[in-house]
């Protein structure tokens, strides 16, 4: 049995579904985000899922992508409060205070 793919189905079936998805944009106010068309959507809930700790591999899945390269160097952003923290780390273990 094969996973259902939009690749499967008849030209003028995907055309429709492309035409739906690109016109649509749905309001994710609740959770701070936003209006948001579904592909920018795809963005944030991969830097979302990636945020919250969710393993590469089940992010990968959830997008349904044949490559984690695709998930991670395309899809995933890292925060920058994320990025502050990593950064802090690193400068209090290469430059402790009070030696």
């Known amino acids: 049995m094969t996973k259902p793919s939009p690749k499967n189905l008849p030209a003028s079936v995907r055309q429709k579904l492309a035409n739906r998805t690109r016109e649509r944009n749905v309001d994710f106010g609740l959770i701070g985000v ?12 991969s830097t979302l899922l990636n945020e919250h700790g ?3 591999k089940v992010q990968q899945e959830l997008l349904r992508h044949a490559d984690i390269r695709t998930t991670m160097n ?14 802090s780390k690193l400068v209090r273990l290469l430059l402790p205070t009070g030696t």
Do not use: C, S
Request: avoid cysteine; aromatic fraction near 14%.
């Open 74 to 87: 395309i899809y995933t952003r890292a925060v920058p409060e994320r990025l502050r923290k990593a950064n």
């Open 54 to 56: 969710t393993d590469v």
């Open 34 to 45: 936003g209006r948001l068309g579904w592909h920018a959507f795809r963005h944030t809930y």
